[in-house]
Structures are given as structure tokens and as C-alpha cells.
């Protein structure tokens, strides 16, 4: 664990501060007259130490601290020297900022362990999608609105199978520790239900029967969860039809189809979100059905983007955004590229303040060998 905060070329610079201040202090002391004796101040630079430097050099700062006061308070005549009282104050100071810096250090360690449990976490949820992974093109960018718990409730992947490759994007109802259960119970059924079942339609069945488990089960254990519910897109890639793509959207935002040139948005589509399936008048509304040619991108996002407010409350412009890009540079329909875009744009519109969970997902079917 690199305990300096102050480092230039992988070499800590943390001492110097202190050293300054030391200095600093010293050469004021001998401007001053004897009727004004500035060296106890001295007590001040293993203080400022301990918040930048380890332990080891907050010793040696506190160490040097002692030994200049002694030598600099001996130099003036007995009248003047500061005496007992100050050089016990500076001891004890350096004794104090030592241990300071030993508390500083721990929670340090402790808030790295946190971190790479978060993270642990987050790859638990949100796994690495290989490159090419079910023969897409595809690129993610996730961004935790808790920047310290680095994972919340959006969730996303993408599922080779028999029946094709299927993609699920979503965003639960609420934060914490609940949403993140809610998000990984949806994934694990999803990636199941999309390698067996043979058609979207059970795929999306399989996700509402999930979902009301979870919420029976967080109620089994005394977890009130009866509110709970899931906005997503489920989407089907039929290996037979390589130019049209199926969809059922559970009140997610609607998908983007950009390609260079031209952005469109597809129909919202008319299910519930997950966990509310029950309130639905009618039966379940099938998948829909809309051409997709080889190299147009799918941009699906989840309401970090939607509703990102600028300071005078205004959303953020995404498909004219998008539009405007892939006009200027016909690139910026890549999903690596246009990924990168919206994260960069969503991130100026509210000034890097997200309101909630944010994930950029972008896929698309590549041109065949040979194709344009």
C-alpha cells in the first residue's frame, strides 16, 4: 500500500512539506527577537506529517523535530531559551502526530480492503464480457453514482446460445445492498433462461418468475421487499435473420439504433417492469420485431443518462447528442467510440454529479467477412 500521498515519478516527496515548514520555522525563530521565541512551533510540522507521510517518516519528521528545537532553543542565551515546558509540548506533539498517522494508516488499509471487496463484488455482478463475446461487437462503461461502493443496481450482459445471442439490460428500484441482490439474482436467471429457452417470450417469463422469488425470498428472511421491482430490455439476436432483432421492454428507456449518419429510436414497447407483472390488465405483450442490418449499433442506456440534469434542470440531449456526433464523424457509431461519447457527454451535462447508477451499453452485429 503506498502510504505517501505525495509522489512524483514513483517516488515519494511527502517529507518535503514538512521539512519546509521545519525550515521555516527555524529561520523565523532568528529573525525574531528574544522577547518573541517562535520555535515551539515546531510542534506543528510532525502534525502536518502525519496526514501525508508514513509512519516511518512521521517518526523521523517527529524525531528531527525534538532534536531542532533542542539545538535551536540552546543556541539563544539562558533568558531567552523557551525551556522545559515547550520541549515537553514538542515531544509530546510528535508523539501524538505518530499516532495519528498510525489511525490514519489503518483506516487507509481498511478502505482499500473495502474497495477491493466492492470491486470483487462488481465483477461478480457485472462480469467482463470477452471481445466478440456471442459474435457481437460490444462496449460498457458502468458508473456508480456511490463512487465509494463502486456498484449499485444497474446490471447488464450478454448471453450466447443455441437459439441465438441474447442481451438484458437493466436498472432496480432503489440502492443498496438490496438492489445489488435484486440485480444479481436477475443476471443468474438470465443466463440460464437465455442459453435453454427456445424463445424470447420464456426468457422474459423466467425474468418476472425471478424476480417475484427474489422479493418472497427477502421477505422469508424478514426483508421487506414487496416494493421492489426492475426496469430492463431483454433482446434476442435470431441466428436465422442476421438483418432483424426481437425485443421486450419491461419500462426500460427505449433503444437507440445509430449508424453513421442516422439515429433512431426504436418503439418503448408495453410490459411492466420486472416484479409487477401481476398488475397487468391483459396477457403479456410477445417480443417485437424490427430490422437491425449488420454494422447499425444498439445504444442501450439506463436513467443515470435519461435523467441527467444540467444546473438549470434541463435532461440531457442524447439522441440529438448522438445525432450531431455520428454527422460530424461517421466513426462515432462504434460502440467503443460511441460508449465513450455519452459517458463524456453525460458527464458535462450534470457536471459529474450523477443522481443515480449510470450504464452506457453498446452492441452490434459485425459486417460478415467481406461485407461493407
Same mark, same amino acid.
Given at each position: 500500500?503506498?502510504?505517501?500521498? !505525495?509522489?512524483?515519478?514513483?517516488?515519494?516527496?511527502?517529507?518535503?512539506?514538512?521539512?519546509?515548514?521545519?525550515?521555516?520555522?527555524?529561520?523565523?525563530?532568528?529573525?525574531?527577537?528574544?522577547?518573541?521565541?517562535?520555535? @515551539?512551533?515546531?510542534?506543528?510540522?510532525?502534525?502536518?506529517?502525519?496526514?501525508?507521510?508514513?509512519?516511518?517518516?512521521?517518526?523521523?519528521?517527529?524525531?528531527?523535530?525534538?532534536?531542532?528545537?533542542?539545538?535551536?532553543?540552546?543556541?539563544?542565551?539562558?533568558?531567552?531559551? @523557551?525551556?522545559?515546558?515547550?520541549?515537553?509540548?514538542?515531544?509530546?506533539?510528535?508523539?501524538?502526530?505518530?499516532?495519528?498517522?498510525?489511525?490514519?494508516?489503518?483506516?487507509?488499509?481498511?478502505?482499500?480492503?473495502?474497495?477491493?471487496?466492492?470491486?470483487?463484488?462488481?465483477?461478480?455482478?457485472?462480469?467482463?464480457?470477452?471481445?466478440?463475446?456471442?459474435?457481437?461487437?460490444?462496449?460498457?462503461?458502468?458508473?456508480?453514482?456511490?463512487?465509494?461502493?463502486?456498484?449499485?443496481?444497474?446490471?447488464?450482459?450478454?448471453?450466447?446460445?443455441?437459439?441465438?445471442?441474447?442481451?438484458?439490460?437493466?436498472?432496480?428500484?432503489?440502492?443498496?445492498?438490496?438492489?445489488?441482490?435484486?440485480?444479481?439474482?436477475?443476471?443468474?436467471?438470465?443466463?440460464?433462461?437465455?442459453?435453454?429457452?427456445?424463445?424470447?417470450?420464456?426468457?422474459?417469463?423466467?425474468?418476472?418468475?425471478?424476480?417475484?422469488?427474489?422479493?418472497?425470498?427477502?421477505?422469508?428472511?424478514?426483508?421487506?421487499? @414487496?416494493?421492489?421491482?426492475?426496469?430492463?430490455?431483454?433482446?434476442?439476436?435470431?441466428?436465422?435473420?442476421?438483418?432483424?432483432?426481437?425485443?421486450?421492454?419491461?419500462?426500460?428507456?427505449?433503444?437507440?439504433?445509430?449508424?453513421?449518419?442516422?439515429?433512431?429510436?426504436?418503439?418503448?414497447?408495453?410490459?411492466?417492469?420486472?416484479?409487477?407483472?401481476?398488475?397487468?390488465?391483459?396477457?403479456?405483450?410477445?417480443?417485437?420485431?424490427?430490422?437491425?442490418?449488420?454494422?447499425?449499433?444498439?445504444?442501450?442506456?439506463?436513467?443515470?443518462?435519461?435523467?441527467?440534469?444540467?444546473?438549470?434542470?434541463?435532461?440531457?440531449?442524447?439522441?440529438?447528442?448522438?445525432?450531431?456526433?455520428?454527422?460530424?464523424?461517421?466513426?462515432?457509431?462504434?460502440?467503443?467510440?460511441?460508449?465513450?461519447?455519452?459517458?463524456?457527454?453525460? !458527464?458535462?451535462?450534470?457536471?459529474?454529479?450523477?443522481?443515480?447508477?449510470?450504464?452506457?451499453?453498446?452492441?452490434?452485429?459485425?459486417?460478415?467477412?467481406?461485407?461493407?
Amino acid at each position: 500500500m503506498r502510504s505517501q500521498l !505525495l509522489r512524483v515519478r514513483g517516488r515519494s516527496v511527502a517529507w518535503i512539506p514538512p521539512l519546509v515548514l521545519l525550515l521555516g520555522v527555524v529561520a523565523f525563530d532568528w529573525a525574531t527577537s528574544g522577547n518573541f521565541r517562535t520555535i @515551539s512551533w515546531v510542534v506543528l510540522v510532525p502534525g502536518v506529517a502525519a496526514a501525508i507521510c508514513g509512519l516511518r517518516g512521521t517518526v523521523a519528521v517527529a524525531v528531527l523535530a525534538v532534536l531542532t528545537y533542542k539545538l535551536e532553543d540552546n543556541g539563544w542565551p539562558h533568558q531567552f531559551q @523557551s525551556g522545559l515546558p515547550d520541549f515537553i509540548l514538542v515531544v509530546l506533539g510528535g508523539l501524538m502526530a505518530v499516532l495519528a498517522c498510525a489511525v490514519r494508516l489503518r483506516g487507509e488499509r481498511r478502505m482499500l480492503h473495502m474497495q477491493d471487496i466492492a470491486e470483487a463484488t462488481r465483477r461478480t455482478v457485472l462480469r467482463p464480457l470477452p471481445a466478440g463475446w456471442g459474435g457481437l461487437d460490444h462496449a460498457a462503461v458502468y458508473l456508480a453514482a456511490d463512487s465509494v461502493a463502486r456498484v449499485g443496481g444497474d446490471f447488464y450482459d450478454i448471453q450466447p446460445g443455441p437459439r441465438g445471442t441474447r442481451v438484458l439490460i437493466g436498472d432496480v428500484q432503489g440502492k443498496g445492498l438490496g438492489a445489488v441482490a435484486a440485480a444479481s439474482a436477475l443476471l443468474g436467471t438470465f443466463r440460464e433462461a437465455a442459453y435453454h429457452e427456445p424463445c424470447l417470450g420464456k426468457v422474459a417469463d423466467r425474468l418476472e418468475t425471478g424476480m417475484r422469488r427474489h422479493v418472497r425470498y427477502g421477505a422469508a428472511i424478514g426483508r421487506d421487499e @414487496s416494493d421492489r421491482f426492475a426496469t430492463a430490455l431483454l433482446i434476442g439476436f435470431p441466428p436465422a435473420d442476421p438483418g432483424h432483432m426481437e425485443y421486450i421492454n419491461f419500462g426500460h428507456e427505449p433503444p437507440l439504433v445509430v449508424r453513421p449518419g442516422e439515429v433512431r429510436r426504436l418503439p418503448p414497447g408495453g410490459r411492466l417492469p420486472l416484479g409487477l407483472g401481476d398488475l397487468a390488465a391483459s396477457g403479456h405483450q410477445g417480443p417485437l420485431r424490427v430490422p437491425l442490418a449488420p454494422g447499425e449499433t444498439l445504444l442501450l442506456v439506463t436513467d443515470g443518462v435519461s435523467e441527467a440534469r444540467d444546473t438549470n434542470g434541463r435532461f440531457f440531449p442524447l439522441g440529438d447528442r448522438v445525432a450531431r456526433a455520428v454527422a460530424e464523424d461517421p466513426r462515432a457509431a462504434e460502440p467503443g467510440r460511441l460508449v465513450r461519447l455519452v459517458r463524456d457527454g453525460t !458527464l458535462r451535462h450534470c457536471g459529474g454529479r450523477l443522481a443515480d447508477d449510470t450504464t452506457i451499453f453498446a452492441v452490434r452485429r459485425p459486417h460478415p467477412p467481406g461485407g461493407r
